[in-house]
């Protein structure tokens, strides 16, 4: 069974909002939560950027479905035992309800602890070997035991979680090419992407596959969510401007985890013009337009899908998914 979202980008939400907007949207049927793990938001004029844990645990108080962060970075800002120690007491707080989704990280979040800024390939190897370091301790920790973990980039004494819950939380990678894909199938419990303009989702949903299987695991039973950027207002016009001004970040057809301030992001976005969202963000005022957009993805093979509106007015987007686009969609 599919499930339908909420992806709450605290760039531009204040917590206290972001519970209310949660509690608002499953009210209205969505199924659960992803909110972001950023230190500055990518543009001053997003205004917000709250400590994504504090955010997750209050929300989990007020709601009952799924809840993570999509996705945080155990490598730089974090190490990985300290992430795998929120992750695990947040699953403990919420039993059943909690996942935690892994990245390799943009250098506006990561570089404020002031570490040298590697090349992708260094970041990648660092996100897998960060994954493989918390499943490790989050298996040795319900065993009662402890691990001690010596590897090229991360290193742990003999310790372990002494706060668990029953069973270890689902451990999401991110993936926006195919080479990681396949490594994700191989290592991780599932993976997360976003939306992306052409055959560039199915091809990492096969490469995904291919790595299961060359694991001896079977891709049908792992979980595939995606991130979903949608801009609907009355008008078309209005939908164009918001997603300008709110979600430029969307449009920016080039490698954005280099850049460090959100200052630069902001001269960056003054080049960016609605053509340039096409295929990243969908920009309509038409409701069965978003729906069918949402569809699409289930029917490649998403069994979670994350819906984030770059609007500013979250309650009324909630209403109306809620009562007019969910209802409508194919679940199974």
């Keep these: 069974m599919v499930s339908i979202g909420l992806s709450l980008r605290l760039e531009h939400t204040h917590p206290r909002t972001a519970v209310d907007v949660a509690v608002r949207a499953e009210a209205h049927g969505f199924s659960g939560v992803m909110a972001a793990d950023h230190f500055q938001p990518w543009t001053p004029e997003q205004g917000q950027s709250p400590f994504v844990w504090s955010v997750l645990a209050a929300i989990g108080e007020h709601t009952t479905g799924d809840l993570g962060p999509g ?52 970041r990648i190897d660092r996100m897998f070997e960060a994954t493989d370091l918390i499943r490790k301790l989050f298996a040795g920790s319900l065993q009662h035991r402890d691990i001690r973990y010596s590897g090229r980039f991360f290193s742990m004494e003999s310790t372990r979680l002494w706060t668990m819950p029953d069973t270890a939380p689902e451990v999401l990678v991110a993936a926006s090419g ?43 039973t792992m979980t595939k969510a995606i991130q979903l950027h949608l801009s609907w207002a009355g008008s078309a016009e209005e ?25 630069d992001f902001k001269q960056l976005a003054r080049n960016v013009r609605t053509e340039d969202f096409a295929g990243h963000v969908l920009i309509s005022p038409d409701l069965d337009e978003h729906r069918d957009y949402i ?33 409508g969609l194919r679940l199974s």
């Design 71 to 122: 996705v945080t970075t155990p490598s730089f800002r974090w190490h990985p035992a300290v992430v795998a120690q929120a992750s695990a007491t947040t699953a403990a707080m919420f039993p059943g309800r909690h996942w935690l989704g892994i990245g390799s990280g943009e250098a506006i979040n990561e570089h404020v602890v002031a570490q040298y800024w590697p090349e992708a390939p260094e």
């Design 178 to 220: 195919p080479v990681t894909a396949k490594r994700v199938g191989r290592s991780a419990d599932g993976i997360i992407t976003v939306g992306a303009p052409g055959d560039k989702v199915p091809q990492l949903l096969t490469r995904f596959a291919e790595g299961a299987r060359e694991a001896g695991r079977d891709p049908r």
């Design 239 to 263: 939908a164009e401007r918001q997603a300008l001004e709110r979600w430029p970040i969307g449009a920016m057809p080039f490698r954005k985890s280099d850049i460090r301030s959100p200052y």
């Design 295 to 327: 569809q699409a993805h289930i029917d490649m093979g998403f069994d979670r899908i994350y819906l984030h509106h770059v609007g500013e007015d979250q309650r009324a987007w909630v209403e109306a998914f809620g009562t007019r686009v969910l209802p």
